[in-house]
């Protein structure tokens, strides 16, 4: 490590810091650096480092022991307009101009973070000046806490209704059942501490937060001497305390002269945290039962879980043990635990959420889901019967090392934004005063665990015993789909409206909401915001245009013929990606729905004389992972059809993709672990092929209702093109409902179908692409052709086109769509989805670039505003799919999302009314810019830039579109958006998702959920 800047040390003084402690940690290439600033009691903790990417977090501890949702709306609520910056929405306008690489807040179950990154030093302290003055100085006027919290509206109908941002967010939330499943045990074991309530707030207790008692949140906890500051970067230390003292102390040492910090204050504040989050013990087993939402005669059986307190862990030494042991019975298919509860037919599959969930203290969770409610027990008795089955039989040296490596490969993995990732040990040790340094674990920390557990004979046993075995503080829980949930909630909110209503009026009610109004639409004057300039980046295009240079080979196989082999030359750190791509263009049309679950069998229902667990723990033992995935590639209409990838047919087209991640001292091992695979995979276990089917329709199910704005887009897409509809098909609405229809079918006359799918694909031919280290990839070579030739890997075919119309017809559901038609979903839930999708320009094209500035520009400022400020939606989007030419929205947690729609048309018409200045033009630019100069780790970008040469993008057509983004000015931007807004007119396709009676306004389907 080479520092431009001088290393404080432990008992060093600067200005008003003093060094806590300084230590370095090897493993991160960093010197960690911990201050306190002696007037205020604010604690500053630095990893100084090489890298470039610097990241900040300002980090509180923020308990609520009520469901009230304090600290979750209070996250938001500052960052609706500070001292410094007075604007209703500074944070949109940042996101809007700045070429951050990472901006958000989250509000957690003790403690609220406000990170924030940037590659550009100016930029990184824009962003730093903004969040320091919003977390510190906050409006928080009534009109605010309106918004984010909650206020009586008298809709269309004349009924009034609860509206907020937050509420309607967390009406979101008690849509998802898996949410609410895995809430239950925590707040039955954690009972007396704050992790017994809803620190995002509960709907249903939301509306009784006052605004006098959100100020007093903020006062209470928002304060210097409960803050911690992670910084993370090359930026020097004292160049980073002289900012915050000059922005922020100063500030508040004039606000608050009296103060002085002590070392009691400290001692109070931790005790005071501690008595929050310290839950009574719990001498003796609990049982749960309770209800989760469900869709309307949904049928479906009860989740059950296993949950044990499993005790604090202060060192890095102790909750690496639990994390370790965790992983040894549960980490893959093949370990004891899993393979019991999988092999079972007490369940239809593992419970979503199992594994270690750290609060204050640890737990863990073990379960299935799809159980009947008279066989709850036999879970718990499967359980802790497997659990002393471990115990006696004891744990094999193999089944530690196969846990190790997968920790090995997590460890070897080049983080893409590192700081964001290595804030969250520190701070967890802080917020409870643990020493930091023993809290982050290295190398050396793992060789000890992992030594104690290969040489300690009963070691591990006896953890066992200890943490599970002979542990009572533990809880049953099992959790219900009901449509009782949903109604209940529904009916217990009327009873909250009619409370409100008898303590105010409906004039009082108007009075208020015309404010709130008035401050919503209000226009701001942005200048105080600082921002960068356009031009000073389009001379470093290339600095920022990072990609990975692609190399071509060619692998002999059999009869003289070769196959083709693309190499990615990356820090891997000792990693190396192998891909295998079969075209899917060598199956028959009738096969595309069946893709998906295809590739979910394919590589995990065994292969030869190993069965699926066998076959997963040697996979686990050897390697990172095996396993199949889909993708889908075009081309632009402009782009030039010599360019490499469109003379070799590997250009804009779909491929089914066998990967496997390998240590490069294992390459030979795991090639022959795929080449197995790939050659004696066996489609015969129809248990096991019904287990996969029914585990994948669960996990999907349960993936819409948070997600649903990506089903929607991917829905709304697939008129456009072929990629599109594909994209529907195999991962969106349609693949949904085949799903759910494939899982019931005959797994027999499945895996037959799947035999001869793999077989017809197989004479498509296919190529090979590795991202490894560069001296691996010569030395990779024999392998690779010994691997090729016992695959009978064949060359690239030429693509078989199949047409469009059919392709559609595929993914119709109840028929056939026409143009500015919309489809309805419903699904249970209080909150919904909308979405449209319109024609826009494509890659390569003049106004391909300003149409990106415009779309950013319509989802940071007007959709902002008309969607989740107005309207109440968690989140509006809109967004360009460049390659061929889209124009996406989509509204998230939509309280009204039959509104939404006629909304996006709306914003884009108005936006064309709007006399841009150059400056606003500016700051849209870079906001822009930022998405295409983020950062990713080595492996990421060598597939990010294969990805590219799938599509027939070359490095000469990104620095194009990125120069012709950068110098979009007023006419341009102008030029863009009404080019939108006519070519939305002529061609659109909408779909709205929710509870709500969409009979009037299109086509209605109801989906399996």
Partial sequence: MKFMSKILKKGDKYKNWTVINDFEIKDYHCHAIHLRHETTGLEVLHYLTDDTHNLFCFAFRTPNPE??????????????????????????????????????????????????????????FNLMSVYGDAVFFPRLTPEIFAQEAHRIEIDKNGEPQIQGVVYNEMKGCYSDFTGVALDAADHALLKGSIFEKDSGGDPLEIPYLTYEKYVEFHKKWYKPENCLVFLYGDIPTVEQLDFLEKEILNRLEKRNPEFKWSEKIHDEIIKQHLAYVTAPEVKEPLSVRALGPAGQDSGKKSTVFVTWNIGLSTEAVESMEKFMLSRIFFNNDGTPLRKALESSDLGEDIAPGCGISARYTTLYSVGLRGVKSEDVSKVKDLIFNTLEKIVEDGISEEEIDSAFMEYEFYQRYVKQNPGLVYKNKPIDAWVYGFDIEKFIVNRAIIKQVKEKFKTEKGYIESLIKKFFLDNKSYVVSEIVPSEDFVAEREKAEKKIIQELLASTSLDEIKKQNDKLHQFQTSKDDVSCLPNLKPQDFIGEIDKFLKDCEIGFDSIPVE?????????????????????????????????????????????????????????????ALHTGGIYAGVQTTSVSKSVKSSSKASLLNVSGREWICFSLEVLDEKIEEGLKLLADNINLVNFKDSKRIKNIAVELRNDVESSVIPNGHHYAITRCGRHMNRSNALDDLFDGLSFVINLHQQSKAD????????????????????????????????????????????IN????????????????????????????????????????????????????????????????????ILLWERIRTVGGAYGGFCSTEPVNGLLRFATYRDPTPELSCDVFDKCVEEACSIDFTEQEVEKAVMGTFSDYIRPKNPSAMAKDSFIRFLHAIEKEDRKEKILSLLTTDAASMKKALNNLSKLSKDNKYRVIMGSGDYDRIGKIVNLPL
């Avoid at 809007?96 to 924030?116: C, E, F, W």
């Avoid at 280290?773 to 030739?789: D, L, R, S, V, W």
């Fill in 747 to 790: 797994p027999k006359e499945t895996g037959k179908r799947f035999e001869k799918m793999f077989n017809k694909l197989k004479t498509g031919g296919g190529f090979i692409h590795i991202i490894t280290e560069k001296e691996t990839i010569e030395k990779a070579k024999p392998a690779i052709e010994t691997f090729a030739k016992s």
């Fill in 559 to 619: 009869n003289g013929k070769s196959v083709n082999l693309f190499t990615s030359a990356a820090h891997t750190n000792g990693i190396t990606n192998f891909d295998v791509y079969y075209p899917i263009d060598a199956l028959d049309l009738e096969d595309y729905p069946w893709i998906t679950l295809f590739t979910s069998v394919v590589s995990d229902c065994g292969w030869g004389n190993l069965d699926w667990a066998e076959a997963a723990r040697v996979t």
């Fill in 67 to 124: 469901s009230t949702g304090a600290a979750h709306i209070m996250e938001h609520s500052v960052l609706c307009g500070s001292e410094k910056y007075p604007l209703k929405d500074p944070f949109t306008q940042l996101s809007n101009q700045s070429v951050k690489t990472y901006l958000n807040a989250l509000t957690m179950a003790d403690r609220t973070l406000y990170p924030g990154s940037s590659i550009v030093k100016a930029d990184y």
């Fill in 793 to 860: 890997l064949l060359p690239l075919q030429p693509p078989q086109e199949k047409n469009f119309a059919d392709i559609i017809a595929l993914t119709d559901i109840n028929g056939p769509v026409k143009s500015g038609e919309c489809e309805c979903f419903k699904i249970p839930g209080q909150s919904g989805f909308a979405s449209q999708v319109t024609p826009a320009t494509q890659y390569g094209l003049k106004l391909n670039g300003p149409e990106d500035v415009a779309a950013h520009w319509l989802s940071q």
